[in-house]
């Protein structure tokens, strides 16, 4: 895939298929910086903005434009790329608070409003509909990997948007990450994020409740892995993400849990699947509990641990002796 210079890439017309830019990049923390990065170094002009002076000054180390203000950032953009802490903010930018034009408003006509935050599907789909009636394009693009997959550029972007907006999005996101899937319109990106998480923060309080288990039965961290990775049991929480030290010596519990995925992060997001579950009127009963379980853990110490670390909280709650490390 060919990528534009900066100069052609701000001169060059949007089209299907055809890369694009310049790109204002709005959220430049510990996802954001390494994919605007990435996007830098694939030859594309980016303009960053982020509230954090620290993220600015990252950006700037690693070859970033960085604008004062969000608007000056947007200023000329082809595409405003959001990654932001919470549906709302996202709004917020969108439309402008206190008296303040948003971002809706200081962006040329027609441009592509690329959203990479991870919120409620409701919210994702209100935020489309409000930059495509100011005359814009919009794209939720939610993304999987975490921050080693932001640095390397391996991220899953989960894309909600029309087919042509889609295929004039698709050589930047793949530049980003190694797979980018077409989910549907408008809120499907955030729908097929959501739901995957939730399957995600099940599987790893089942897979840590069992290695537990294990513990107690006296069977080693190796043999459990060594049976379940090769059997039924077998899941990303298992086999990329263990729980446990030594099985996947990559894992966050190598490095006493440092994320990786943090606490927090899971937290927040079975929150949003939560939301879903009640708007839909799904009968789930795992995915509320792991939402609770998840809260707990985050407020009790956990936020900033990987999401892994679950495993520290079953095992100290347990009614028994700590079994085998």
């Known amino acids: 895939m060919s990528e534009a210079s900066p100069s052609e890439a701000s001169t060059a017309p949007a089209r299907s298929g055809a890369p694009i830019g310049p790109i204002a990049f709005l959220g430049l923390g510990h996802m954001g910086g390494p994919m605007a990065v990435n996007l830098v170094k694939a030859g594309y002009a980016v303009t960053g903005y982020d509230v954090v002076p620290a993220a600015l000054e990252a950006a700037r180390a690693h070859g970033i434009t960085t604008a ?17 802490p919470s549906g709302q903010h996202l709004l917020d930018a969108y439309r402008g608070t206190a008296g303040q034009d948003g971002l809706l408003a200081a962006a040329a006509p027609g441009t592509m409003f690329l959203d990479c935050s991870t919120i409620n599907v409701d919210e994702a789909r209100e935020a489309s509909a409000l930059a495509v009636a100011a ?30 907006d889609f295929d004039t999005v698709r050589p930047m996101l793949e530049v980003m990450g190694k797979r980018v899937v077409h989910c549907g319109g408008h809120g499907a990106g955030q729908a097929a994020k959501i739901c995957n998480n939730m399957i995600l923060g099940v599987s790893m309080i089942a897979v840590s409740e069992a290695f537990v288990l294990g513990e107690k039965l006296g069977l080693t961290h190796q043999a459990l892995y060594d049976v379940a990775s090769a059997a039924s049991g077998q899941c990303w929480a298992l086999t990329t993400n263990c729980p446990v030290p030594g099985p996947v010596p990559t894992s966050p519990a190598n490095r006493d849990y440092q994320p990786g995925f943090a606490g927090a992060l899971m937290a927040k997001d079975l929150k949003l699947a939560l939301n879903a579950l009640h708007s839909t009127g799904v009968a789930a009963r795992l995915g509320p509990l792991a939402s609770e379980i998840y809260d707990t853990f985050a407020a009790e110490g956990g936020a900033g641990r990987d999401f892994s670390g679950i495993i520290t909280d079953i095992r100290d709650k347990s009614d028994q002796p700590k079994g085998q490390a």
């Open 135 to 164: 005359g814009h394009r919009a794209v939720d693009a939610p993304v999987s990997g975490g921050v080693v997959g932001a640095e390397a550029g391996t991220l899953t972007f989960m894309v909600g948007a029309s087919d042509e």
């Open 68 to 84: 004062e203000t969000a608007a000056a950032a947007v200023d000329g953009a082809a595409v405003v790329l959001t990654m932001l």
